[in-house]
């Protein structure tokens, strides 16, 4: 089945850094990679999804980037600020979501003001 | 429009009980998933029930269990807890299989097992 990996785990940064946060995953028919945000106490937040027939989408501060041909795909955030610090994750599905998300383990954001 | 809710939000059981955790969607959202958030294992996806009936299943035992209603509010229920089922649950909703571009997730339940 899939197996998406995410790295790095923990990442650091001062308020105004930008952050990338790198996945890859292994079903080379996943085709529906979404990211969410956790703050703590509450359920993940989709914050931005793309599809595998598109490379790349922004929005605001944040864009996502995919390579097929390598199967991974990344988070860019510019501009942090402390309210980005939060647990991030990336997830794969098929069929352009019909199927089952698999999630990364999660990435742990911290903006330092 | 209330987002998705579930209750209770924090529970203590013993090994060997069982435990029934419930999620009530957003308002006109008829499919439910359920996923187990643990620091090691990350967030893992159980199943998700779609017009009362389930559409997907995760790879876990059968001990794990769910169910939903004619409103669309879903119960998954765990038999035999295991010092291991320890984790955070939570629930999400999207008016439709297929649209995760407008999935919600709840708060979650906190399981603890003793």
């Known amino acids: 089945g899939e197996n998406v990996e995410q790295h790095p785990s923990t990442l650091s940064v001062q308020e105004g850094d930008s952050a990338v946060i790198k996945c890859t995953y292994s079903d080379s028919a996943s085709n529906y990679f979404p990211w969410y945000k956790q703050e703590l106490g509450k359920g993940p937040q989709l914050i931005i999804d793309?599809?595998?027939?598109?490379g790349e989408k922004k929005d605001q501060r944040i864009a996502v980037t995919l390579n097929k041909t390598a199967k991974h795909f990344s988070l860019h955030i510019t501009e942090t600020q402390p309210e980005d610090s939060a647990v991030y994750f990336c997830?794969?599905?098929?069929?352009?979501?019909?199927?089952?998300?698999?999630f990364g383990k999660g990435m742990k954001l911290t903006v330092n003001p | 429009k209330a987002g998705v809710t579930q209750t209770p939000r924090y529970l203590i059981k013993t090994r060997g009980q069982q435990v029934t955790l419930s999620c009530s969607p957003i308002?006109?959202?008829?499919?439910v998933s359920w996923y187990q958030q643990t620091p090691g294992q990350g967030l893992q996806f159980l199943f998700e029930?779609?017009?009362?009936?389930?559409?997907n299943k995760g790879n876990f035992p059968g001990r794990f269990s769910g169910r939903q209603f004619s409103n669309s509010r879903s119960e998954m229920n765990v038999s035999t807890l295991e010092l291991g089922d320890s984790a955070l649950y939570l629930c999400?909703?999207?008016?439709?299989?297929?649209?995760?571009?407008?999935?919600?997730f709840g708060p979650g339940t906190r399981l603890t097992v003793l």
């Open positions: 999400a909703s999207r008016p439709r299989a297929g649209a995760f571009n407008e999935q919600f």
């Open positions: 308002s006109g959202h008829r499919s």
């Open positions: 793309i599809r595998s027939n598109v």
């Open positions: 029930y779609f017009s009362e009936t389930q559409r």
């Open positions: 997830a794969a599905s098929k069929k352009g979501g019909s199927e089952k998300l698999v």
